[in-house]
T-cell receptor, first 114, second 113 residues
Framework: ELKVEQNPLFLSMQEGKNYTIYCNYS?????LYWYRQDPGKSLESLFVLLSNGAVKQEGRLMASLDTKARLSTLHITAAVHDLSATYFCAVDDAGGTSYGKLTFGQGTILTVHP | DGGITQSPKYLFRKEGQNVTLSCEQNLNHDAMYWYRQDPGQGLRLIYY???????QKGDIAEGYSVSREKKESFPLTVTSAQKNPTAFYLC????????????FGPGTRLTVT
């Protein structure tokens, strides 16, 4: 059974600081996704990582994937208040016809304060 | 505009009643998914369908049923057998190729009393 663990689960950051959220998973997969969720809202896709060594960047967020270590990171650079949200990683329990069967991490609640 | 719609946004039911949640997409995606989210937790997969007239159980299918008679529609029925149905239900869809990136609908918040 695929397990996905994020840490930290709660992250309180000061504006302007840098930090990294980690996503570890338990079985072989080369498809990993990062999503953002604002309170009471649905999920917004941030990054799609499809191979070992993949790196994607959008604004102050950068995601990477190391399939050998079964680890993805979401790095936040110079945080701003607008980044406050819950961030989820999700791993595809891939294999043959099972593409799209995602297992989600618990989520990291990020709060950015002045 | 292409997207995924879920209705209703809020739904209230009495215990023991079945209820059906709607999910429609006009993205021409082959695959559709239903997730459940409980407060402070991640999403858990209930059912998914990769093609019309075919669907598979996810991790928590007990007490739920689905149908996929049309490509654009994937309704979820929460039956009276589901012991803790109160939750936020999210529908998603993806193309069966390339990245399989899933796009989510706005969700339905179900409260059963």
């Amino acid at each position: 059974e695929l397990k996905v663990e994020q840490n930290p689960l709660f992250l309180s950051m000061q504006e302007g600081k840098n930090y990294t959220i980690y996503c570890n998973y338990s079985t072989t997969s080369d498809r990993l996704y990062w999503y953002r969720q604002d309170p009471g809202k649905s999920l917004e896709s941030l990054f799609v990582l499809l191979s070992n060594g993949a790196v994607k960047q959008e604004g102050r967020l950068m995601a990477s994937l190391d399939t050998k270590a079964r680890l993805s990171t979401l790095h936040i650079t110079a945080a701003v208040h607008d980044l406050s949200a819950t961030y989820f990683c999700a791993v595809d329990d891939a294999g043959g016809t099972s593409y799209g069967k995602l297992t989600f991490g618990q989520g990291t609640i990020l709060t950015v304060h002045p | 505009d292409g997207g995924i719609t879920q209705s209703p946004k809020y739904l209230f039911r009495k215990e023991g009643q079945n209820v059906t949640l709607s999910c429609e997409q006009n993205l021409n995606h082959d695959a559709m998914y239903w997730y459940r989210q409980d407060p402070g937790q991640g999403l858990r997969l209930i059912y998914y369908s990769q093609i019309v007239n075919d669907f598979q159980k996810g991790d928590i299918a007990e007490g739920y049923s689905v149908s996929r008679e049309k490509k654009e529609s994937f309704p979820l029925t929460v039956t009276s057998a589901q012991k803790n149905p109160t939750a936020f239900y999210l529908c998603a869809s993806s193309q069966r190729a390339s990245s399989y990136e899933q796009y989510f609908g706005p969700g339905t918040r179900l409260t059963v009393t």
